[in-house]
């Protein structure tokens, strides 16, 4: 291997998996729901230890569901289990501060797009390993987007050809990551926000339609479909 080949087992990748997820109706922690029979946080362990470039995974498990979520993720490279925080931000911290050292890249997944393509990780992980300190999976926005007021009289339209609608993985150089988050005032819904607001470039590369967000129940039964495939 010459010192410029990409080279494997260098990512670190956080799993949030610690929020309830109400918007798919009362039930289990949405990370532990099943699909096809399988929880979702067991699919998207299965995909991201896929990617050859990742070689750890800690996962922020609801507080009182760590050892049973330990217990569950069968996987073929190196497994940290941690107790999740109040809000995702939190809960992203605390995995992060269980990094090994020797993890250069890390990749911020959320649990509830199971679903992730192996090639979208190594996708987000090479954008890093080529030089960006940022880098997020974002697919353009086919909708026409409007602004509302208060009474919902529409105000306006937003050009969508400015428009992305990010992804996970997000995917940083390390220290940049620890660095956002050691300097988060509000929280945040993703961490590229937080790379932002110190003032880090972030990179979209071109995300993928099976990384969808499981939110709601018509995305489970999205899911179910492209499992048949
Ligand atoms: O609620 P939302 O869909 O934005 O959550 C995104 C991800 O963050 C989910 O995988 C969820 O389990 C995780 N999360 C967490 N800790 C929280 C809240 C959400 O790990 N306190």
Do not use: N, W
């Not at 029979?37 to 990742?54: E, W, Y």
């Not at 569950?72 to 999740?84: E, H, N, Q």
Request: with cysteine.
């Amino acid at each position: 291997m010459t010192a410029h080949a990409p080279s494997r087992g260098d990512v670190a990748v956080l799993v949030p998996a610690a929020g309830l997820g109400t918007r798919l109706g009362p039930g289990a922690p949405k990370a532990l729901r099943t699909l096809a029979g399988v929880p979702l946080l067991v699919h998207a362990a299965r995909r991201l230890a896929a990617a050859p470039s990742v070689g750890c995974l800690v996962v922020a498990a609801p507080p009182g569901d760590v050892d049973g979520v330990r217990d569950m993720i069968d996987i073929p490279v190196d497994l940290i289990v941690v107790a999740g925080g109040d809000t995702r931000q939190a809960s992203v911290a605390a995995a992060l501060a269980a990094v090994p050292p020797t993890f250069p890249i890390v990749l911020v997944h959320d649990a509830a797009r199971a679903l992730v393509p192996p090639e979208l990780v190594e996708r987000v992980a090479a954008a890093v390993r080529a030089g960006h300190d940022a880098v997020v999976p974002a697919l353009p926005v086919v909708d026409t987007i409007r602004t509302v007021g208060p009474d919902e009289i529409a105000l306006g339209t937003v050009d969508r050809s400015v428009l992305r609608a990010v992804q996970t993985p997000q995917g940083f150089r390390r220290e940049v990551l620890t660095a956002a988050h050691a300097a988060a005032v509000d929280p945040l819904t993703d961490d590229a926000g937080l790379a932002e607001q110190i003032g880090v470039p972030v990179l979209c590369v071109p995300g993928d339609e099976a990384a969808l967000k499981i939110t709601r129940p018509f995305d489970l039964a999205i899911a179910e479909l492209l499992l048949r495939d």
